[in-house]
């Protein structure tokens, strides 16, 4: 591997980074529209815990009442003002256990304000997830963009408290994928291919296989063309955003080019599997190398020839990178309007209305009547 690019261990990632992200997400990565979705398509929520806590008026570390049992009783607050009043809270029997044969754990609970309601989002155990919670406590809300709360969790995506690796792996997937090609990770290239091959926790798959899309080593690069290599035998789409992502990010153009010819032109093949190619070209193609633009603008004219169904799933990205050789091609689609649903009957026309200098190809979109 290319040491002067990035370390494994150590270094710089210029991909992804160790951990899809809603995934990617996520969870996130792109808006709903045609032409952008997630690379890693996997169910990131929209709130982490650390989004909880940084939204609330109160958040406290809290055990078990020893005057009451199976309630709680603050032992630190960590936000905000406690009033000293009784939390409203069920302190159920196995956490109440948990909390017996580990006396250094502790319950993370949050209050919406003043008066509000309180919730429990689970137990910190070890002193470092709780310095993770305290200083996550001390962030307002919005003061840290989603690169720099990427950065200060990707430290934390192999650690040994499973409870603080789930919350970085959750944060980190959901940043966009510019994001993660600029992280620094500890995660060793043996923990992401066990991950990888880990097929009860399939839903950690993506961000690793972005993570893998790092390498410039043959064995990794064969391993991503051997699994895309499967899932285009087979008609298979789980991950195959996040294979097609790294392929590209590993072999660059070629990758591209190897891409459109076995899904964008091949006959027989799904939406399903088409969508997801898009979404991995997409995503490179605005948050990736620059230099893979011209060819993935290329792999979309196949698209348009082959399947102007999916004309809509381009149309922003075309629009966004102001090409307009495309123009006739899209007009043709728009006019005949076979196989088109609402959603891509106006990307189409906004990618012709923007394309257009003189304004005659201005269309107007009416949710009844379509274009007109």
Not at 58 to 69: H, I
Not at 108 to 126: D, E, F, H, K, N
């Amino acid at each position: 591997m290319n040491t002067s690019r990035r370390d494994w261990r150590t270094g710089p990632t210029s991909a992804a980074l160790a951990s899809l992200i809603c995934m990617i997400a996520a969870a996130f990565l792109l808006t709903a529209t045609p032409a952008h979705a997630c690379v890693l398509c996997m169910p990131y929520p929209q709130e982490t815990n650390a989004d909880h806590v940084i939204g609330s008026g109160t958040a406290v570390f809290a055990g078990e009442n020893p005057a009451r049992p199976f309630s709680y009783v603050v032992l630190e607050t960590l936000k905000g003002q406690y009033d000293g009043s009784a939390i409203p809270l069920f302190l159920d029997s196995t956490t109440a256990r948990a909390l017996k044969l580990n006396p250094a754990l502790r319950v993370i609970l949050v209050q919406s304000g003043p008066g509000g309601a309180w919730r429990a989002l689970g137990m910190a155990g070890g002193n470092e997830y709780q310095n993770v919670v305290r200083q996550v406590a001390r962030w307002d809300k919005g003061s840290k963009t989603p690169a720099e709360r990427a950065m200060f969790f990707a430290r934390y995506l192999r650690h040994e408290d499973p409870r603080l690796a789930e919350l970085a792996f959750l944060e980190v997937g959901r940043a966009p994928y510019a994001t993660l090609r600029d992280l620094q990770t500890s995660v060793a290239r043996d923990d992401i291919y066990r991950v990888v091959n880990d097929f009860f926790h399939v839903e950690w798959h993506g961000l690793y296989i972005l993570m893998l899309g790092m390498s410039d080593r043959p064995d990794d690069i064969a391993f991503v063309r051997g699994k895309l290599n499967t899932a285009a035998k087979y008609g298979l789409t789980t991950n195959l955003a996040a294979y097609a992502t790294a392929l590209m990010e590993m072999t660059g153009a070629v990758g591209v080019t190897q891409l459109a010819e076995e899904y964008l032109v091949e006959p027989g093949r799904s939406s399903a599997e088409l969508i997801e190619i898009v979404k991995a070209m997409s995503v490179q193609g605005k948050e990736g190398a620059a230099e893979l633009r011209s060819a993935i603008v290329e792999a979309y004219g196949r698209l348009l020839a082959h399947h102007p169904e999916l004309a809509g799933n381009v149309a922003n990205d075309l629009s966004d990178w102001k090409v307009v050789r495309f123009v006739p091609r899209l007009r043709e689609i728009l006019n005949a309007g076979v196989g088109l649903d609402e959603a891509s009957h106006f990307a189409i026309a906004m990618y012709l209305s923007s394309a257009d200098e003189g304004g005659s190809s201005k269309a107007v979109f009416t949710r009844s009547g379509g274009l007109r």
